[in-house]
Every structure is written in structure tokens, then in C-alpha cells.
């Protein structure tokens, strides 16, 4: 189905998006022309939508691609190589024209205009059914709090935009963060009302309700509203559809029982997998394991021996990422993206256990995650809140790590990262929280203000 479907999405990707990298940059007449072909029967729609997804997760300019980044930017990855952008990363020293932090805006805000473009014919199409209506849209609204919640926070405040409108964006102000998670939340209640729990096609490829829950409790865990995180991991978890959790050499392949939601790709193997997975034994690697991250992990953890590389260079062992071991393409384990999996879920839940005092509740969804890793003896449930805070944090960062920026995210909402990475790097900044805003975007719309320390 998806292979059948490129082309459409191509279709929508260069219709209506074409050359986007301002927040506005299509005339109302172009979008009205192509929105009469596109939203013309719901199977269009619907190819449309697969447009979305690509930008955010598929392409080789996707959200995901410049995700590594954030590696860097914490303390997971160091940068082998030479290139500007990503040293601006490892360094914590991002310039106003740094093209990876303006290619993930662009990106996101793509995807958003793609999702309100959507959303907009959809609703002005008489050709589609209510009931695909409300189906069609709840996706796009997934994806679009999916790219606010990554914009939210790497950049704190910024513009909400919710139509196609020239008229209305082009001179939009940024919003405050409480307003943007507001945006969020009833986007993602929305999807997860008008969704069920099936998936759409092939594989688990396409938002169902459980995804909309998953990003729902990741939500409510940075917003400090635990009960409700607990509510949306439950859901996920009790479930049942993504147990048993699967060895931990299968848990990246397309598929796999964990997945939540996957990006689809044609041939097996991510857009970026020459850049992290070395060409051979003897090929220093890009992106290397900081050897604090290594030493995290126990000798015995499962993780270690699965989810680590090593290539030795000049007698020197160099540690990388390999969650992702395909660097070419595969027909016989093939690997998709990974965007949402249910070992979160039991993290995101005894987080927010411990914080209602639940400590050996807490507990047991941390050991839970511990078995898959063996060799790990299991957490007590009598700790103190504090112990199994810390507990909690060190299992967020030995299973997530390398994943979409968890580890940032992580060290910023909980108010360390001045404490851990400003330890490790005599250059971080408090400032460095935030990205700056891309300075193209502030050349094109005055009201937006720079962030500070930039």
C-alpha cells in the first residue's frame, strides 16, 4: 500500500510544500488549485497524508535524520568529524545560521503546513466520507503535536500555527509554551477520540488512539500532571498489544512487537545510516559513544553487548550506536525508524509512580525493563523516593539513549542540564536550553524575537 502510495505523497510534498522553508512562503491560489486534485476522494487524501509522515520521519532531510544532533548536544555522543554544524553541536555553541538547527524548524513547521493543508481540504472536500474525515484528520493532528512538541522544546517559544493562511501567518508572534502544550494536548485527545486501536495498512506505520496515549503521557510527564501520565501509559500498557516486549536485538526492526509507531522507508534502512553505522571493522565512526554514556552501562547489561558497536582504530576501541545495524538496504530484517515504543511507556509510568509515592509500583515497571536487558539483578521495592527517582533516570538513559533527543529533553526538563553538561563542557552555556531561532526566520518575519545568549 505504502509503495503504491509514494508517488501521491511525492504529489503533496511538491504541490503545496514545495520550497517551503519560510513559515509561509505558498500563494492561496497555487494551494487552492492542487487541494482540488489532492482532496478529490479520500484514497488522495489519504496518499496525501503519507506526504506528512515522509517529511517528518522518511526523507533524507526528515525530523529524524538531524535528531543525532541532539546526541551531541548532550552527552551521548562525541563528534569525529569536521563539519561545522554538528561540531557547533558537540561544542554547545549553536550560531544563528546553523543549517541543522534551521533544517529541523523547517522540517517541523513543513510538516505542520502540510497537516493544516490537510485538515483544511479535507474539511472543504465532498467527496470524503464523515467518518474518513475524522479519521484523516486525526492523524494530521497527531503529527502536528508531534512537531510542536519537538518545536516547543528546543525552542521555547514559538509561533502556533494553525491554518494555510498567508494573511494570518506572515507576520505571526511566537507563543508562550503553556499555550502550545494546550494546542497539543487537544490535538492529541482529538486523534486519540477519532482513532481506534487498529492500524492502518501494513505494520505499525500510522497513528492509531494507543499513539495518540503514548505521546499523551510523555506530554503529561514534562508538564508534571502525573496522574494523568500514569492514565495514558496504562492504557498503552494494559493494552497488550505491544507485550511481550521483544529480545533486544529485534527491538528496532520493522515491526517489532514494541513498536508504537514506526516511519516507514522503502529499503530497509534509515536515511542516515551511513553517517552512524561504520562501513567496516576499521572505520572510525562519526557519531562515538562519550565514554561516560559507555561506562553507564553495566558489564553485564544485555544493552551493552546489543545496542553498542565497537570498531578499534589505531589500538583505540571506538565505541557507536548500533540500535540500527542496516547500513545498506534489507529485505530480511529490515528496520524502520522508531518514534514511539513501549519501554517508555513503563518508564514514563514508574516516573510518574514515584512521584505519587508508588515507589514499589515504580519499581516493578522499572525491573520490567530491566529483565529484557538479563544479566541485571532486580530494583528493591522499598528505595526511597529519591533512589528510585535516580533510578528511573539512569534507566531513561541506558534504554532511550541515541532516541530523538530523550537524553536532552531529559536533562532540560528536569533543570540538570547546567549541573551535567555544563560539568562536561567549559563552553555550555545556561542560555544553551534553548536553540536560537533560525536567523533566515527572523529576516523574513520581524515580530519574531531571538532567544537569549544568541
Known amino acids: 500500500m505504502l509503495k503504491r502510495l509514494t508517488y501521491f505523497s511525492m504529489l503533496l510534498i511538491f504541490a503545496i510544500c514545495s520550497g517551503c522553508n519560510k513559515l509561509v512562503e505558498i500563494p492561496e491560489s497555487k494551494n487552492q488549485v492542487e487541494s482540488s486534485i489532492v482532496f478529490a476522494d479520500s484514497t488522495l487524501a489519504s496518499s496525501a497524508l503519507l506526504g506528512a509522515y515522509f517529511t517528518i520521519g522518511t526523507s533524507s532531510s526528515s525530523a529524524y535524520s538531524r535528531m543525532k544532533n541532539l546526541s551531541l548536544y548532550a552527552d551521548e555522543y562525541a ?5 561545522t554544524a554538528q561540531l ?3 561544542q554547545s555553541q549553536l550560531s544563528v545560521d546553523n543549517v541543522e538547527v534551521s533544517g529541523l524548524w523547517g522540517t517541523f513547521y513543513s510538516t505542520i503546513y502540510q497537516c493544516n493543508s490537510l485538515i483544511e ?3 472543504a472536500s465532498p467527496a470524503i466520507s464523515a467518518s474518513a474525515k475524522s479519521k484523516l484528520k486525526a492523524e494530521a493532528k497527531f503529527l502536528r503535536a508531534l512537531s510542536n512538541f519537538y518545536l516547543v522544546n528546543f525552542y521555547d517559544r514559538i509561533p502556533l500555527i494553525l491554518s494555510t493562511s498567508v494573511n494570518e501567518n506572515a507576520r505571526v508572534e511566537q507563543t508562550e509554551a503553556t499555550k502550545i502544550y494546550e494546542q ?6 482529538t486523534a ?15 497513528a492509531n488512539s494507543l499513539t495518540a496515549s503514548a505521546l499523551l503521557a510523555r506530554v503529561y510527564l514534562y508538564l508534571g500532571r502525573w496522574k494523568d501520565a500514569e492514565t495514558e501509559a496504562s492504557n498503552v500498557i494494559n493494552s497488550g498489544l505491544y507485550l511481550p516486549l521483544p529480545k533486544l536485538e529485534d527491538v528496532f526492526l520493522a515491526g517489532s512487537r514494541e513498536t508504537i509507531l514506526q516511519f516507514w522507508n522503502q529499503n530497509g534502512f534509515l536515511s542516515d545510516a551511513a553517517q552512524l ?3 567496516s571493522s576499521t572505520v572510525l565512526p562519526g557519531y562515538a559513544l562519550t565514554t561516560g554514556l559507555y561506562k553507564a552501562f553495566d558489564p553485564s547489561d544485555g544493552r551493552r553487548s546489543k545496542w553498542i558497536g565497537t570498531n578499534t582504530v589505531s589500538g583505540v576501541p571506538y565505541y557507536y550506536p548500533s540500535k540500527y545495524k542496516n547500513r545498506v538496504a534489507s529485505t530480511t530484517r529490515p528496520e524502520y525508524v522508531m518514534v514511539l515504543r513501549l519501554s517508555e511507556q513503563y518508564l514514563i509510568r514508574a516516573e510518574a509512580l514515584v512521584r505519587q509515592n508508588r515507589i514499589a509500583d515504580a519499581a516493578a515497571d522499572l525491573n520490567t525493563i530491566r529483565a529484557r536487558a538479563t544479566g541485571l539483578a532486580p530494583l528493591s521495592s522499598d528505595m526511597s523516593p529519591e533512589a528510585c527517582l535516580a533510578a528511573v533516570a539512569k534507566e531513561r538513559q541506558l534504554e532511550l539513549f541515541g532516541e530523538w533527543g530523550n537524553r536532552f529533553l531529559d536533562l532540560k ?13 567549559p563552553t555550555w552555556k545556561a542560555t544553551a536550553k534553548a536553540f536560537p531561532i533560525p536567523v533566515s526566520e527572523i529576516t523574513y518575519n520581524f515580530n519574531l524575537k531571538q532567544n537569549d545568549g544568541y
Open 184 to 189: 497539543i494536548i487537544l490535538d492529541l485527545k
Open 192 to 206: 486519540k477520540d477519532n482513532l481506534n486501536a487498529s492500524y492502518t495498512g501494513t505494520g505499525k506505520v500510522r
Open 413 to 425: 526538563r528536569t533543570e540538570q542540564l547546567n549541573t551535567v553538561i555544563g560539568s562536561l563542557k
Open 88 to 90: 557547533q553541536f558537540f
Open 79 to 83: 563528534f569525529t568529524s569536521s563539519a
Open 277 to 279: 553505522v561504520p562501513a
Open 121 to 123: 481540504g479535507i474539511d
